[in-house]
């Protein structure tokens, strides 16, 4: 399992201050066979439908959505963006933290 973080992206204000209001995630919070897998014991528990990709990898930019991207805002801070093992096992996950498309439409 690659761990190292990919590669960094400039994204628009509006969108930092999207990230500016998520808490500051670490490297060591990713992993993306547990997070699959809280994510499926969290829909079992709940009952909620499967909304995004049993492997993760988003359909419509090819990212997985369980992997941290490093992206650069304007002000010259990096936010690591992705989907935690500890958010797959407390929320259904509906859409993807990378282009932001919706998995329920
Ligand atoms: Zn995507």
Known sequence: ???E????TTVNLKTILKYKAMEKKKK???NVGKAVTAQNEYQ??????AFPPSSGVCWVCRKNIYVPYE???ANGETYLVGIT?????ERLITG???CNRSYCD
């Open 1 to 3: 399992m690659k761990k």
């Open 96 to 98: 993807c933290p990378h």
């Open 28 to 30: 060591e919070d990713f």
């Open 5 to 8: 973080v990919k590669k960094t």
């Open 85 to 89: 093992v500890k958010e797959a096992g």
């Open 44 to 49: 079992k528990r709940t009952g909620s439908p």
């Open 71 to 73: 992206y650069k805002g």
